[in-house]
């Protein structure tokens, strides 16, 4: 049976059913602008009620993945769903039921919020939540009667926010939300994803540069680079599978010694300063250390710690990871 549940023959209806595993799907999607691709090929499951964070260098593609997921851009080849929908011949259903917020929030500068408000509440007729709203407004403490063109950025974020939010949407996605924000609003702005958001069953697909933010909230993680995906794994599992081995020998090793440690198993890199050498790992290391252990060189000290996740994410954005 197939993952999503069976349409009516009318191309444009809602799936019958909830999706049980994806709140996006896509499957080898290409997406060019003119000459240059910029998605090559990508695949990735984004799972209900998971808080996704997807990273990449600027041009890596992730700004071409959100666009295409909302319908702004058509994929080159390839193909995408969001809550059962797909994004090239369902773009208005889907949208009825998907929050965004983009890095650059755009709004009728000439309207203040309560106007803006009633403006929303048109476009989403029956599921627009007033009081929801205005439960946020407060708390981000946004002026009602001033008008938005003299906002700040940040306060342009926070209300994008309030806003994307006013329909009740089963799937939010934010583009680099928190960017524009001093660090006490972004703290206040991300613990609001976790509580009104996550903690309701919601699902959060996020881009991101600040990597300490993904640490803090996420629960899955995917990373592009050059528009492939070189990393797509549970925040949990990665932090676990990742270690720092710490070695100090009695003399320092020779090169060659080095050279033939790097090529063990589950070591990815190798750094050395004098009699130190720190091995970066992956995967089974009691067995990595009972190998170096069992090596010809005398060791002092061996010492095995965890490697942070901005650590290891920032691995795979250099590209260091693949």
Same mark, same amino acid.
């Given at each position: ?12 209806? $809602?799936?019958? =059913? ?7 799907e896509i499957e080898n999607l290409t997406v060019s602008? *003119? ?5 090559? *090929? ?6 209900? *009620? ?8 600027? *041009? ?9 997921l909302l319908g702004f851009r058509p994929p080159t ?19 009825? @039921? ?7 929030? =755009? ?42 063109? @003299? ?15 006013? @329909? ?38 996020? =881009? =991101? ?53 790097? $090529? ?59």
């Open positions: 049976m197939n993952e999503y549940a069976s349409r009516t023959s009318d191309e444009n209806a $809602r799936p019958q =059913s909830p999706i049980d595993q994806a709140a996006i602008y *003119g000459k240059r691709q910029i998605l090559k *090929g990508m695949s990735l499951k984004v799972p209900v *009620g998971s808080i996704f964070g997807f990273l990449g260098v600027n *041009g890596s593609g992730k700004t071409a993945t959100i666009k295409t080849s390839g193909r995408a769903r969001v809550l059962g929908y797909d994004v090239v011949s369902q773009q208005k259903e889907m949208r009825m @039921h998907v929050g965004y917020v983009s890095e650059t929030n =755009s709004f009728y500068d000439f309207l203040t919020i309560p106007q803006l408000c009633v403006l929303s509440r048109d476009l989403h007729q029956q599921k627009w939540d007033q009081a929801a709203v205005d439960r946020l407004l407060k708390l981000f403490e946004l002026p009602l009667n001033r008008h938005i063109r @003299h906002f700040s950025k940040g306060m342009k974020a926070q209300l994008a926010l309030c806003l994307a939010l006013g @329909h009740d949407p089963d799937l939010l996605i934010l583009d680099e939300p928190t960017t524009v924000l001093d660090p006490v609003a972004r703290q206040v702005f991300l613990k609001l994803l976790i509580k009104q958001v996550a903690m309701a069953g919601k699902t959060v697909f996020f =881009s =991101s540069h600040v990597l300490s933010e993904v640490e803090a909230i996420a629960d899955h993680v995917a990373v592009l680079h050059d528009g492939r995906l070189v990393l797509n794994d549970e925040v949990d599992h990665l932090r676990d599978r990742q270690k720092l081995l710490r070695l100090t020998y009695i003399e320092e090793p020779p090169a060659e010694e080095i050279a033939r440690i790097s $090529r063990l198993p589950h070591v990815r890199r190798v750094e050395q300063e004098g009699r130190v050498v720190r091995l970066h790992a992956e995967g089974d290391v009691d067995a990595l250390v009972e190998t170096i252990q069992a090596r010809p060189y005398v060791l002092r000290n061996l010492e095995v710690s965890a490697v942070s996740l901005e650590e290891v994410l920032l691995e795979y954005l250099k590209g260091d990871g693949q």
